[in-house]
């Protein structure tokens, strides 16, 4: 069975600097896809990027961008410049194309600091 | 375009009785899943509809039920609350069946508080 390991429940960055939140997974499959979720305090969860495995380029979204590692079988989230509107919980979640099942991970609280 | 509806968004409950939430997707959307989201067990998922069949389920009691429509809004219902039920329900649609490179489009949630 797939599973999804955040080892960080908690981070914490300043405004205007780089945080990476981590994420493994894992699976036999070879066809999947891979997610960050994003819940903020309102809590309506909102996409960030997503990642096809069968793609070795890493995927980039604005200032979001992943570490794809597919050998080692992780996914971790790279924010820039982080801004106090990134503060959020934040959810890794894998997709598999054979069950047809989407398994997220604990979660992630990130905190900005001003 | 509006999103994925959720109502009622609080309810408050007591023991042994029972509650059906709504979830009205995307338009065009054919998937509804539902979540259940704890403090202590994080988000787990609960089951996925996909054109008015039910194509996956989570690792929860018979209680919890759901069905969906053929405009593909969906409800989640539970019976005989226990006061463990209490969570934020979170309803999620995509175009495609879950799993896929369609990504999840959620909801809102409907807090529920068992008394």
């Known amino acids: 069975a797939q599973t999804v390991t955040q080892s960080q429940p908690e981070m914490s960055v300043q405004e205007a600097e780089t945080v990476t939140l981590s994420c493994t997974y894992d699976t036999s499959e070879s066809d999947y896809y891979l997610f960050w979720y994003k819940q903020p305090p309102s809590r309506q969860m909102i996409l960030v990027i997503r990642q096809e495995a069968y793609k070795q380029q890493n995927a980039t979204e604005n200032r979001f961008s992943v570490n794809f590692q597919k050998a080692a079988k992780s996914f971790s989230l790279k924010i820039s410049d982080s801004q106090l509107g990134d503060a959020a919980m934040y959810f890794c979640a894998f997709g598999s194309s054979n069950t047809g099942k989407l398994i997220f991970g604990q979660g992630t609280t990130l905190q900005v600091k001003p | 375009k509006a999103g994925v509806t959720q109502t009622p968004r609080y309810l408050i409950k007591t023991r042994g009785q029972q509650v059906t939430l709504s979830c009205s997707p995307i338009?065009?959307?054919?998937?509804v899943s539902w979540y259940q989201q704890t403090p202590g067990q994080g988000l787990q998922f609960l089951f996925e509809y996909f054109s008015e069949t039910q194509r996956n389920k989570g690792n929860f009691p018979g209680r919890f039920s759901g069905r969906q429509f053929s405009n593909s809004r969906s409800e989640m219902n539970v019976s005989t609350l226990e006061l463990g039920d209490s969570a934020l329900y979170l309803c999620?649609?995509?175009?495609?069946?879950?799993?896929?490179?369609?990504?999840?489009?959620f909801g809102d949630g409907t807090r529920l508080s068992i008394l």
């Open positions: 999620a649609s995509s175009l495609g069946p879950q799993g896929g490179n369609q990504p999840q489009h």
């Open positions: 338009s065009g959307h054919r998937s």
